[in-house]
């Protein structure tokens, strides 16, 4: 960011509407407002921030980071309106004299981890994170945990884990290998460091009540759509004893509530 709080760019009688505090209606608002329109940001939380302020766990980054660049932005002349319903619509602030709007809510709708068995201690990543930020004190995951998946969001999660009381083990369980994750490959080795243990070529079927989640033996075949080497399940499976497990296999944003919002959403998924 620009530190200097001065909008440096003709003032234009033009309003524009953020929807969302996150880490894109911040940029989009910042410089927004410095190319001269009259900038308010719409949040549902009593905070800006979004997944750096609620998700991303407090060890990876300061909050006094984050408090430093929303000051910048406020000092430019941002309006916030905070705890405001997620029901907005486009018509409506339309008609309250928004020209524009800026749509960034985030992807905060868990891909489900397709997953038999009897037992429920399975959390989606997105929960986890919001609780361990909030007080880490009230989860108990028990002392061995799985983490399902090969993102940032994974990494996350099995860094956290290992910071609650009781835990002992926990495990990145991810179907391909370590050369096809999609995490950022410091965090990843820092998660090595801090004692995660990462378990490739494994794609959970099943958990039952006595703990076991048994998983099946993958091998890698041809490049797909994403240009990763597929996985290809084989005959093999594997089993591994944990208390807990946690779903972190990707995460999309809510069309169904755009649609219901007013934007119209292609087949795609995009508008």
């Given at each position: 960011y620009d530190t200097k709080s001065s909008v440096t760019a003709e003032q234009l009688d033009?309003?524009?509407?953020?929807?969302?505090?996150?880490?894109?209606?911040?940029?989009?608002?910042?410089?927004?407002?410095?190319?001269?329109?009259?900038?308010?940001?719409?949040?549902?939380?009593?905070?800006?921030g979004g997944v750096i302020t609620y998700v991303l766990p407090n060890f990876r980054i300061p909050a006094s980071a984050i408090e430093k660049d929303i000051s910048i932005i406020k000092a430019l002349g941002v309006d916030f309106k905070f705890g405001v319903s997620e029901e907005f619509s486009i018509n409506d602030l339309n008609n309250k004299g928004y020209k524009y709007i800026f749509i960034g809510i985030g992807a905060e709708v868990s891909r489900k981890l397709q997953l038999t068995g009897d037992n429920n201690n399975v959390y989606e990543t997105l929960d986890f994170l919001r609780s361990f930020n909030k007080d880490l004190g009230v989860l108990n995951i028990g002392r061995r945990v799985a983490v399902i998946g090969g993102g940032n969001t994974a990494v996350d999660s099995a860094r956290s884990a290992l910071r609650i009381d009781g835990v002992e083990k926990v495990f990145i369980i991810y179907r391909r290998t370590e050369d096809e994750m999609p995490a950022d490959k410091e965090e990843y080795e820092r998660a090595l460091e801090e004692g995660v243990i990462f378990k490739p070529l494994l794609l959970p079927e099943s958990f039952s009540k006595t703990g076991i989640l048994k998983c099946r033996k993958m091998t890698l075949g041809t490049p797909d759509s994403s240009g990763r080497r597929r996985p290809v399940p084989t005959e093999e499976t594997e089993e591994i004893t944990v208390d807990s497990v946690i779903s972190a296999i990707g995460e999309y944003t809510d069309s169904k509530f755009l649609s219901v919002c007013g934007l119209k959403i292609e087949k795609n998924n995009r508008p």
């Open positions: 033009v309003k524009v509407a953020v929807i969302g505090a996150g880490p894109a209606g911040l940029s989009a608002a910042y410089f927004l407002v410095k190319a001269g329109f009259k900038v308010t940001v719409f949040e549902k939380q009593d905070s800006p």
